[in-house]
T-cell receptor, first 111, second 113 residues
Framework: GNSVTQMEGPVTLSEEAFLTINCTYT??????LFWYVQYPGEGLQLLLK?????DKGSNKGFEATYRKETTSFHLEKGSVQVSDSAVYFC??????????FGTGTSLTVIP | EAGVVQSPRYKIIEKKQPVAFWCNPI?????LYWYRQNLGQGPELLIR????????DSQLPKDRFSAERLKGVDSTLKIQPAELGDSAVYLC???????????FGPGTRLLVL
């Protein structure tokens, strides 16, 4: 079946610290992989995506590389800001069909 | 460009009462999704529409949930009667078609007492 497993939170970091949120997946077929972010009181927003192995998605200083050999799509940012505080969801989609979301990882960045 | 609009943003009802949620997708988006997000969990798909047609409703509890998308634009999700376990955030999303990126609305937070 299709599923996503991401590291449990909450994660608390100081401003300018390095961020890694782990995400691994299982999928039938060749999935596309996504990171969505949910700021307090708002809906989910697409942060970045990758559609095939070795692709790197990037946006707003965040990066994630589609690793087929380790079935992973870890989210990284070199220097987090207070405004990055949110819940981050890893997700996959196989041939554009149903999305499968992870349980979310809450990030709090303190000044 | 306006995003996905949902209303109401919050709803508190007593169990056994009916409740309805409304969604207006991004203009031109043919595919519309309803998700339920329980506390501390990721969204789970309830139903997907391609224009007016419900093409995936396998996760919709049909004994109490219903949905419609008249004219292939706005959509309404209804629960009747509501149960305590229905307390969750109900998210609507839309995309140009099912292969494209989904854009989410802010959600409706439902509390059933």
């Amino acid at each position: 079946g299709n599923s996503v497993t991401q590291m449990e939170g909450p994660v608390t970091l100081s401003e300018e610290a390095f961020l890694t949120i782990n995400c691994t997946y299982t999928a039938t077929g060749y999935p596309s992989l996504f990171w969505y972010v949910q700021y307090p009181g708002e809906g989910l927003q697409l942060l970045l995506k990758a559609t095939k192995a070795d692709d790197k998605g990037s946006n707003k200083g965040f990066e994630a590389t589609y690793r087929k050999e380790t079935t992973s799509f870890h989210l990284e940012k070199g220097s987090v800001q207070v405004s990055d505080s949110a819940v981050y969801f890893c997700a996959l989609s196989v041939t554009g069909n149903q999305f499968y979301f992870g349980t979310g990882t809450s990030l709090t960045v303190i000044p | 460009e306006a995003g996905v609009v949902q209303s109401p943003r919050y709803k508190i009802i007593e169990k056994k009462q009916p409740v309805a949620f409304w969604c207006n997708p991004i203009s031109g988006h043919n595919t519309l999704y309803w998700y339920r997000q329980n506390l501390g969990q990721g969204p789970e798909l309830l139903i997907r529409y391609e224009n007016e047609e419900a093409v995936d409703d396998s996760q919709l509890p049909k004994d109490r949930f219903s949905a419609e998308r008249l004219k292939g634009v706005d959509s309404t999700l209804k629960i009747q009667p509501a149960e305590l376990g229905d307390s969750a955030v109900y998210l609507c999303a839309s995309s140009l078609d099912y292969t494209k990126t989904q854009y989410f609305g802010p959600g409706t937070r439902l509390l059933v007492l």
